[in-house]
């Protein structure tokens, strides 16, 4: 393992003098540039309405220029007056991404992409000049982009049933109040499971108890908004379901929202639940977080009881959960996670193979928010070469084979009595699954025995593994079967990681390639869920 070599705090103003802010604190050894420092600082003032410090990073000079809107401000002395003389300092907001272009030794150009409280987005680029006195603003553009409009009407590409609520939950609790989109999947006592098929709901019996993730979320005050949508039996990434519809969404218009957790996605991405109850096996959480913009967690396999959940694969599947708000999911975990864990995450790891593994564009946002990251949390972003990338061409054909003969082993009997009524792409996953021997199982079960070894000795407690959550933003709702397939197979050489290792995983919204979002996953130690959901809003 080898790291970049560590270079010195931010040349500036003196900690605790007037006007001057003082460089952030940093671990010891943290691999930072005096720029990124003096760019951090600067952040921090404009939070703080800084004015002095403000004052203190733009560049003493009578052609610095700040614009902002149709305003344009030349010189120092004409920006200090505009700070002055306005209420308040930058608004609220996450800075997401920070690009970093060095155009010579001492001029920089640094572009931060922001997230503020109510959804709208905000972008300042940076022109910096090294001068004798360390790193300042020669120029400086603001923007903000406006955030997402509500839909109202219920989608039924979204929703099965809806209700008003269809199942109150518990007076008082952390999740009170709390509207939530159950995945199709789940047992909800008083209605069918459905599995994203017609002939299975028809055949499905009653419930009559909650599945047991359910009846926590219930308890702790969760109501259930209805139960949402998914791809047919979780068998697929895509979001795309022939009997009722491909869901809209509001993240990446024209473009699907990923699966097999569709409906609660979409639910969640329109603001007509807040949290998403869902299934992730092979990515069916992470894929459509990244997609569609929202906040995704897949636990350690196990640690969420599965009782009254249609599988689809036992050894791989897991109850997890979406939302717009990282405190919200962090609430809710915590009301399905067994106990808090005490190992908090101490290392950020990036795998340059593993990241290759993405669209150019993917990697290009990936490098820009692992940096952001790394600044708001003050951990060291430590590349490594985990040793996982070379047995990818292996280990996913082991995930698969074991995946599809554990799905023909749960419906392959009723999947036999009902020819035809499946989409063709499901279909034909579940008959490849029927032609997996006792032979080949053994072999591929021997092959991710190994895998786990491998991945679980790269991944100590307290470090979590940072790689794109999807290879590329969602395909477009109109592409073809085979290109969908395509970004499917490249998406699964990321997601299948944790999911052949039993793995916890956080997805966040934090990559944006163009106009569409793409999700930051990170990868924990097992059983280290809280520590990687506190990543979330850090």
Same mark, same amino acid.
């Given at each position: 393992?080898?790291?970049?070599?560590?270079?010195?705090?931010?040349?500036?103003?003196?900690?605790?003098?007037?006007?001057?802010?003082?460089?952030?604190?940093?671990?010891?050894?943290?691999?930072?540039?005096?720029?990124?420092?003096?760019?951090?600082?600067?952040?921090?003032?404009?939070?703080?309405?800084?004015?002095?410090?403000?004052?203190?990073?733009?560049?003493?000079?009578?052609?610095?220029?700040?614009?902002?809107?149709?305003?344009?401000?030349?010189?120092?002395?004409?920006?200090? /007056?505009?700070?002055?003389?306005?209420?308040?300092?930058?608004?609220?907001?996450?800075?997401?991404?920070?690009?970093?272009?060095?155009?010579?030794?001492?001029?920089?150009?640094?572009?931060?992409?922001?997230?503020?409280?109510?959804?709208?987005?905000?972008?300042?680029?940076?022109? &910096?000049?090294?001068?004798?006195?360390? &790193?300042?603003?020669?120029?400086?553009? *603001?923007?903000?982009?406006?955030?997402?409009?509500?839909?109202?009407?219920?989608?039924?590409?979204?929703?099965?049933?809806?209700?008003?609520?269809?199942?109150?939950?518990?007076?008082?609790?952390?999740?009170?109040?709390?509207?939530?989109?159950?995945?199709?999947?789940?047992?909800?006592?008083?209605?069918?499971?459905?599995?994203?098929? =017609?002939? &299975?709901?028809?055949?499905?019996?009653?419930?009559?108890?909650?599945?047991?993730?359910?009846?926590?979320?219930?308890?702790?005050?969760?109501?259930?908004?209805?139960?949402?949508?998914?791809?047919?039996?979780?068998?697929?990434?895509?979001?795309?379901?022939?009997?009722?519809?491909? =869901?809209?969404?509001?993240?990446?218009?024209?473009?699907?929202?990923?699966?097999?957790?569709?409906?609660?996605?979409?639910?969640?991405?329109?603001? &007509?639940?807040?949290?998403?109850?869902?299934?992730?096996?092979?990515?069916?959480?992470?894929?459509?977080?990244?997609?569609?913009?929202?906040?995704?967690?897949?636990?350690?396999?196990?640690?969420?009881?599965?009782?009254?959940?249609?599988?689809?694969?036992?050894?791989?599947?897991?109850?997890?959960?979406?939302?717009? /708000?990282?405190?919200?999911?962090?609430?809710?975990?915590?009301?399905?996670?067994?106990?808090?864990?005490?190992?908090?995450?101490?290392?950020?790891?990036?795998? /340059?193979?593993?990241?290759?593994?993405?669209?150019?564009?993917?990697?290009?946002? $990936?490098?820009?928010?692992?940096?952001?990251?790394?600044?708001?949390?003050?951990?060291?972003?430590?590349?490594?070469?985990?040793?996982?990338? =070379?047995?990818?061409?292996?280990?996913?054909?082991? $995930?698969?084979?074991?995946?599809?003969?554990?799905?023909?082993?749960?419906?392959?009997?009723?999947?036999?009595?009902?020819?035809?009524?499946?989409?063709?792409?499901?279909?034909?996953? $579940?008959?490849?699954?029927?032609?997996?021997?006792?032979?080949?199982?053994?072999?591929?079960?021997?092959?991710?025995?190994?895998?786990?070894?491998?991945?679980?000795?790269?991944?100590? =407690?307290?470090?979590?593994?940072?790689?794109?959550?999807?290879?590329?933003?969602?395909?477009?709702?109109?592409?073809?079967?085979?290109?969908?397939?395509?970004?499917?197979?490249?998406?699964?050489?990321?997601?299948?990681?944790?999911?052949?290792?039993?793995?916890?995983?956080?997805?966040?919204?934090?990559?944006? *390639?163009?106009?569409?979002?793409?999700?930051?996953?990170?990868?924990?130690?097992?059983?280290?869920?809280?520590?990687?959901?506190?990543?979330?809003?850090?």
């Amino acid at each position: 393992m080898s790291t970049a070599p560590s270079r010195g705090a931010t040349p500036g103003p003196p900690a605790g003098q007037a006007g001057r802010p003082a460089t952030p604190h940093r671990p010891d050894g943290a691999n930072r540039s005096e720029l990124l420092d003096a760019f951090w600082s600067y952040e921090q003032a404009l939070g703080a309405n800084d004015v002095a410090g403000l004052d203190h990073w733009f560049l003493d000079a009578p052609d610095t220029v700040r614009a902002e809107g149709s305003m344009v401000l030349s010189g120092h002395a004409a920006i200090s /007056d505009f700070r002055r003389g306005r209420s308040g300092g930058a608004p609220a907001r996450t800075v997401e991404r920070v690009h970093e272009v060095r155009i010579a030794e001492d001029v920089a150009v640094l572009t931060a992409e922001t997230l503020r409280a109510d959804g709208s987005r905000g972008m300042q680029t940076q022109v &910096w000049r090294l001068t004798g006195e360390g &790193w300042r603003i020669a120029a400086a553009h *603001v923007s903000a982009v406006p955030g997402p409009v509500a839909d109202e009407a219920p989608d039924p590409a979204v929703w099965r049933v809806v209700g008003e609520p269809l199942v109150a939950g518990a007076e008082e609790g952390p999740l009170a109040g709390v509207r939530t989109a159950v995945k199709d999947l789940f047992a909800v006592a008083g209605q069918r499971i459905g599995g994203g098929n =017609p002939q &299975w709901l028809a055949d499905a019996p009653m419930e009559h108890r909650h599945a047991d993730a359910v009846r926590e979320l219930i308890s702790a005050g969760a109501q259930l908004a209805g139960i949402a949508q998914t791809d047919e039996l979780a068998f697929s990434l895509a979001g795309t379901n022939i009997h009722y519809g491909t =869901p809209v969404n509001p993240a990446a218009p024209g473009r699907i929202t990923g699966g097999s957790s569709s409906g609660p996605a979409a639910a969640v991405a329109r603001g &007509w639940a807040d949290l998403g109850l869902a299934t992730d096996t092979a990515g069916s959480i992470r894929v459509p977080a990244s997609y569609c913009g929202l906040y995704g967690w897949r636990p350690t396999h196990g640690a969420v009881p599965t009782g009254g959940l249609l599988p689809l694969a036992p050894s791989f599947d897991t109850a997890g959960l979406l939302a717009r /708000d990282p405190d919200l999911l962090r609430t809710a975990a915590k009301v399905l996670l067994p106990r808090d864990d005490e190992t908090p995450m101490t290392t950020l790891l990036v795998d /340059d193979a593993l990241t290759a593994l993405a669209e150019p564009e993917v990697q290009a946002s $990936f490098e820009a928010a692992c940096r952001a990251l790394s600044l708001r949390i003050g951990l060291e972003l430590v590349r490594t070469d985990t040793g996982m990338a =070379p047995h990818l061409e292996e280990w996913l054909p082991a $995930f698969r084979t074991v995946q599809a003969a554990e799905a023909w082993a749960a419906h392959g009997e009723w999947i036999e009595k009902h020819p035809g009524a499946l989409g063709a792409d499901i279909e034909a996953r $579940f008959a490849g699954g029927s032609q997996v021997t006792e032979d080949d199982v053994r072999d591929a079960t021997s092959g991710l025995l190994s895998a786990r070894s491998v991945i679980v000795e790269a991944l100590p =407690p307290g470090t979590a593994l940072l790689l794109p959550a999807t290879s590329s933003p969602a395909p477009r709702a109109d592409a073809t079967p085979a290109e969908v397939e395509t970004v499917r197979a490249a998406t699964l050489r990321l997601t299948c990681l944790a999911s052949l290792a039993g793995l916890p995983a956080v997805t966040m919204p934090r990559l944006r *390639v163009r106009d569409l979002p793409v999700g930051l996953c990170a990868i924990g130690a097992p059983g280290t869920d809280h520590a990687l959901l506190e990543l979330t809003h850090a």
